[in-house]
Nanobody, 128 residues
Framework: QVQLVESGGGSVQAGGSLRLSCVTS????????MGWFRQAPGKEREGVAA???????KYADSVKGRFTISQDNAMNTLYLQLNSLKPEDTAMYYC??????????????????????WGQGTQVTVSQ
C-alpha cells in the first residue's frame, strides 16, 4: 500500500528557507516518478519539481535556481529544499507518486494528472 506523508511546512519571511519532507511507504524510487506540487487558494494545482525514476529532475520556471528536489532511498523520503522564498510561493505543498515511470513520461512530469498517489499536504506561508 502506497502512503505519502508530508511535513516541514511553516511560516517564514521572504528570503527565508524551508525543507519539506515526504516520507513514503510502498514505493520503489527506481520505478516511480515522484513530484512536488502546490496549490494556492483559488488557483489550480501546479507542478513545482519532479524526479524521474532514472534520477533526472525537472523544475517549474518559477522555482528554478531556488528549489531543489532530492530523495533518500534508505530513508524512504522525498525532499524539497526551498530557498529564497517569495510571498508568491505561499501555498499548500503536496508530494505525489506515479507507479510507472517511462521516458515518455518526462514531458508530463509536472502535470498533476499523471500522478496516482498523493499526500495530504503541508502549508507554506511566506510573508513580506
Amino acid at each position: 500500500q502506497v502512503q505519502l506523508v508530508e511535513s516541514g511546512g511553516g511560516s517564514v519571511q521572504a528570503g527565508g528557507s524551508l525543507r519539506l519532507s515526504c516520507v513514503t511507504s510502498g514505493i520503489t524510487y527506481s520505478t516511480f516518478c515522484m513530484g512536488w506540487f502546490r496549490q494556492a487558494p483559488g488557483k489550480e494545482r501546479e507542478g513545482v519539481a519532479a524526479i524521474h525514476s532514472d534520477g533526472s529532475t525537472k523544475y517549474a520556471d518559477s522555482v528554478k535556481g531556488r528549489f531543489t528536489i532530492s530523495q533518500d532511498n534508505a530513508m524512504n523520503t522525498l525532499y524539497l529544499q526551498l530557498n529564497s522564498l517569495k510571498p508568491e510561493d505561499t501555498a499548500m505543498y503536496y508530494c505525489a507518486a506515479r507507479d510507472t515511470c517511462s521516458r515518455r513520461d518526462w514531458w508530463a512530469l509536472l502535470l498533476p494528472s499523471i500522478y496516482n498517489y498523493w499526500g495530504q499536504g503541508t502549508q507554506v506561508t511566506v510573508s513580506q
